[in-house]
């Protein structure tokens, strides 16, 4: 259940687009929102000034950004939020919004992966970054694009694409994508990627030219049918947990050496409103869905992805 959710904002229009998405689900689940404002030190931000009255500069950009935290909480509740709180804190941008979560339990994050203007050095794109890898509530992350937010239009998200890997770990994101997804009635559709299997023409090619024993040639087609039908048959037995809640789904199991790419496709051809999957949270890891490829198919979707950091007894 979605009881309160977290905006953090840098005072731009391209933080701002995640306000209609949060809006969206705040006003379907009842729930409140939270406008987060955090203002880095001022050697951060201002790299390239010196401070000699940092006082009534620190005092200054807090009753701007009060000012402003309170305008952007006004538009939220004339759009129909009844719970809107504000809160304006200094520090470490993303240490600050793990500190006020810990202060103040969240159900979800939303914000955009990136900002422009001067201090988006420092703010969303590596913010989203850390925490990606860091947090250990739901991100929903919406990509901005040009203009403002326009808090008048409906946002819906009518169809969620689930990649998972075979394992309990990339599951762990089906519960998060339930609970956003009853509220906006959605359809899901369950992805499995595999490596594909050389055909038997690669295979008959490499055996005359010496590379490959000809016991392998007769088998790449039952072994790519066998890897089809365990795949399709640990989608089918997923797919149960959400029939069981009467919810729609699907399945689809697709053959590409880059899981990222796979992921893309399919979200696009579907066409998908959402992306939901699991990240393990740290470098280096080579796993089938997580690490690097959560990376690709955070830079590469078209449209907002739904991430979490697996629990930390898993």
């Known amino acids: 259940m979605i009881r309160t959710i977290l905006v953090p904002l840098d005072g731009s229009h391209f933080a701002e687009q995640a306000l209609p998405l949060a809006l969206g689900v705040a006003r379907r689940a009842n729930a409140e929102i939270q406008l987060l404002f ?17 006082n009534s500069l620190v005092t200054e950009w807090k009753t701007e950004h009060r000012a402003y935290l309170d305008d952007t909480a006004q538009r939220l509740r004339a759009a129909g939020i009844k719970s809107v709180n504000v809160f304006l804190l200094e ?8 500190q006020h979560i810990a202060a103040h339990p969240v159900d979800l994050v939303v914000m955009t992966t ?6 988006a050095r420092v703010w969303l794109g590596s913010v989203a970054d850390r925490l990606i890898r860091e947090l ?9 694009t040009e203009g403002k937010a326009n808090f008048t239009e409906e946002v819906r998200l009518r169809h969620f694409l689930l990649p998972l890997d075979g394992t309990p770990l990339a599951e762990q994101i089906i519960e998060p994508a339930i609970a956003l997804g009853e509220l906006m009635d959605t ?5 499995r990627v595999i490596q594909p299997v050389p055909t038997t023409d690669y295979l008959a090619e490499r055996m005359r030219t010496g590379g490959t024993p000809g016991v392998l040639v007769a088998p790449s087609e039952t072994t790519r049918a066998q ?10 037995q997923v797919a149960e947990r959400f029939r069981e809640k009467l919810l ?22 579907l066409p998908a409103d959402l992306i939901a999957m699991q990240t393990h949270g740290r470098r280096g890891l080579s796993r089938l869905l997580f690490g690097s490829v959560a990376d690709k198919v955070l830079r590469g979707a078209k449209m907002p992805l739904l991430i979490q950091r697996p629990a930390p007894h898993h």
């Open 227 to 236: 890897l089809h039908t365990r795949a399709q048959a640990y989608l089918d």
């Open 248 to 269: 729609r789904v699907r399945t689809c199991v697709a053959e590409e050496t880059q899981p990222a790419v796979a992921v893309l496709e399919t979200a696009d051809h």
């Open 91 to 98: 520090g470490d941008v993303a240490a600050t919004i793990q």
């Open 38 to 54: 955090v203002h880095g030190p001022m050697d951060v931000v201002h790299p390239d000034h010196h401070f000699v009255a940092e």
């Open 187 to 191: 359809e899901y559709t369950l992805l």
């Open 114 to 119: 990136h900002a422009r203007g001067p201090v």
């Open 136 to 144: 250990a509530v739901p991100l929903l992350l919406v990509r901005p």
